[in-house]
């Protein structure tokens, strides 16, 4: 079983998913260049558990909002 099948259960086409992947990229990249969200290499993660006030790596906030 391909590991992630699970990414695809819910969506027949997987295109929302990959949609929505699309705009989390762009959130991530948009807030990589603007100096207020970030420290260092990481990012302010809005994610409902951070809220805001954590700083992580991209790809932590990614896995997060997803
Ligand atoms: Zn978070």
Same mark, same amino acid.
């Given at each position: 079983?391909?590991?992630?099948?699970?990414?695809?259960?819910?969506?027949?086409?997987?295109?929302?998913?990959? +949609?929505?992947?699309?705009?989390?990229?762009?959130?991530? =990249?948009?807030?990589?260049?603007? #100096?207020?969200? @970030?420290?260092?290499? +990481?990012?302010?993660?809005?994610?409902?558990?951070?809220? =805001?006030?954590?700083?992580?790596? #991209?790809?932590? @906030?990614?896995?997060?909002?997803?």
């Amino acid at each position: 079983m391909d590991s992630r099948s699970w990414m695809y259960r819910d969506l027949p086409q997987g295109l929302r998913m990959m +949609d929505y992947c699309n705009r989390i990229q762009g959130f991530i =990249n948009y807030t990589q260049y603007n #100096p207020i969200n @970030i420290s260092e290499e +990481d990012i302010r993660c809005s994610c409902n558990r951070c809220k =805001n006030k954590k700083f992580l790596g #991209p790809d932590v @906030i990614m896995m997060h909002l997803l």
